[in-house]
């Protein structure tokens, strides 16, 4: 699955995580809640060298089997080490052969106490995650060419079931394949360890997605589209699809030892990779992905060497997975300005692939994240040539895995295909281009959300600050898939680069504001509404959590006063008002610790059992209904001159129900739907 459940726009894409990342949103979430076969392949094992001095700017190194080999074996051996990563496999494909394909490290470390097994690129099975969508719209792009689906028809024609769609416009499956269906973020069942009666069908009708984009017009990563998309070649083909896609897209590509069946085929238990937190750790369980398209795929580097070969249309002695004009639909953009408006100048999606050009090449890639397998597929259509990347572990740092899939990847361009000298440059006059960045000024949040249930709260983390530079630059901090501020600069009508980088962003204007950014393929910034800021959203939680925490405190604080001091009891008038609003004020701390707990364990990919987080809801409701008494409270306490410190208590604890009321409303702790 592609990093993160829910994509913080400067966090890297590559959820594509889902746990490493999710785990840090989670954090934070829990912080701001509580307030306080072609040609002959040369493989390992091979010792660490040092690696070749990368060329100059614009030569670039002969791309032959010794380079790469020279050029790997100077990085990942040191940089597993460095990480706490257990292993590596590595293939690289150029002009219709398998360059090479390479293991580093140990698919068993030996932690259970047998022998440490090393790499070998040519048996081990890594876990693809999101890189399985690629053979996912493969299928669907065979059933394209043979007649039986139409890319623009609505997906109703093919299904047996019922979609809660909002919008009227018809969801097709060119918006599946290009992520912009219109769903929110799904993260129930995405991965676990029971692969039990898994059935495609009754997973997705269950708690399905809301739709809350229009189709077409937003792009927003999701996994419960392309399973949607898989369960069409499912429905059309009258085959199961990992038998559809094991019959007509792996077997037909040579790929004889990859597979989406979970568990795994007897045959192939014994050479899958174990798994691993990081190198120290014990090997964790085979992951089961709840809706296989989009991300159960387990290959070796040899099979996915074939893959590439085959998108590239190079399928030496195996038979081409489509036919010459489907694939070259399959691989140009899917949408365009009558769509997308605007955000069509920036990076787009294909029926499949991300758009990641470096270096003014053409490159067409995804990445795909399990909980502990990372990986990362890029073909060069143009230059006949690709790398595919999978780790087997998280790495000792939360972004360890991410960072060395991107140094790989990034490397290989740099060394391979350095950068031409067409780059574009600034083309648009000063005075526009001020305009234009003060109407970006702002805060966004990811289209890869939640906006229906309690997870909506996860949007006050990893927001994006835009905001002027120089007078007609922009500052993104951070920066787009990083976690360091970026500076732009516009080269077209709203299209900006990023200054001494190599990244692009669209914009979507109206005359008075942006409605979208575009930073990569299947992902979009969007404005974030002004009660939902952060500069207000997070006081007022703060401040009410501090005041219902010191209330709480207080009671026995002022219990044993009054004993020590022997003070009178409290008076009879007002009680009523007085019970009812301590129990509000409990509720609404239970909920919120309830939440914490809940958020924390969902964003680790641990599922909540429905009832408890209706009784979460519970608490939340008692709390905001606490209002009416402790409003009633404070009047009475007025009306009889109790003295200014009674009535400010009364009145703080007022704010501070009226407060966390406002936060459980406005971030829908209270929805109806408590679908994740």
Known sequence: MRSLPLHAPGSPRSAR???????????????????????????????????????????????????????????????????????????????????????????????????AVPVDPDRHLFRMGSVSKLVTATAVLQLVQSGKLDLDADVKTYLDFELPLRYERAVTLRHLLTHTAGFEERIAGLIGTNGGDLNLRRALMTDPPEQIYQPG???????????????????????????????????????????????????????????????????????????PPPGALSAPA????????????????????????????????ALDATSLGTLADGPRMTLGFFAEDRNGHRILGHGGDTKYFHSHLQIYPDDR???????????????????????IVNGFADRYFPARDDQPTAGVDPATTAKHAALAAGTYESSRAIQSNFLTAIGLVGRTTVSVADGDRLLVEPGPLSDSPALYEEVAPWVWREVGGQRTIAM?????????????????????????????????????????????????????ARRWLGSARRERAGRTARILSRVAVAGTLLAFAGWVLSIGSIMGLQDVPGPVLRAIQVLQLVGLLGVLPAAVRLIDDVRRHLGWRRITASGLILFALAGAGWFAVEFHLLAPSISY
């Open 385 to 407: 040539a690709g790398i595919f990347l999978s780790l087997n572990s998280n790495g000792s740092g939360a972004l360890d895995s991410h960072e060395l899939r991107e140094s």
């Open 302 to 333: 040899t099979d996915m060497a074939r893959f590439m070969l085959a998108q590239l249309g190079e399928p030496v002695g195996f038979a081409p997975l489509l036919d010459q004009p489907t694939r070259e639909l399959m691989q140009r953009p």
């Open 17 to 115: 995580p889902l746990v490493r990342l999710g785990a840090v949103l989670a954090t934070a979430v829990v912080l701001a809640v509580s307030a306080v076969g072609c040609g002959t392949p040369q493989h390992n094992p091979a010792p660490p060298i040092n690696g070749p001095a990368a060329p100059a700017s614009g030569t670039a190194s002969a791309l032959t089997g010794a380079d790469v080999n020279a050029w790997l074996d100077g990085l990942l051996p040191a940089a597993l080490d460095r990480t706490d990563i257990a292993g590596a496999t590595v293939a690289v494909v150029n002009n219709g052969k398998i360059l090479t394909t390479r293991g580093y490290g140990y698919a068993d470390t030996g932690a259970g106490g047998n022998a």
């Open 217 to 291: 017009t937003v792009p927003a990563y999701s996994n419960y589209s392309n399973a949607l998309a898989g369960y069409i070649v499912e429905r059309v083909s009258g085959t199961r699809f990992e038998e559809y896609v094991q019959r007509n897209v792996l077997d037909r590509a040579g790929m004889p030892s990859s597979t989406f069946e979970q568990p795994l085929p007897a045959a192939l238990r014994d050479r899958v990779s174990n798994g691993y937190d990081t190198s120290a750790g014990p090997a964790a369980p085979f992951e089961i992905v709840g809706t």
């Open 508 to 560: 979507r204007a109206t005359d008075d504001r942006v409605e979208a950014i575009s930073f990569d393929s299947a992902f979009a910034l969007l404005p974030v509404e002004p009660a939902r800021a952060w500069v207000v959203a997070v006081p007022v939680l703060a401040l009410s959590t501090v005041v219902l925490l010191l209330t709480v405190l207080s009671w026995p604080v002022g219990a044993i």
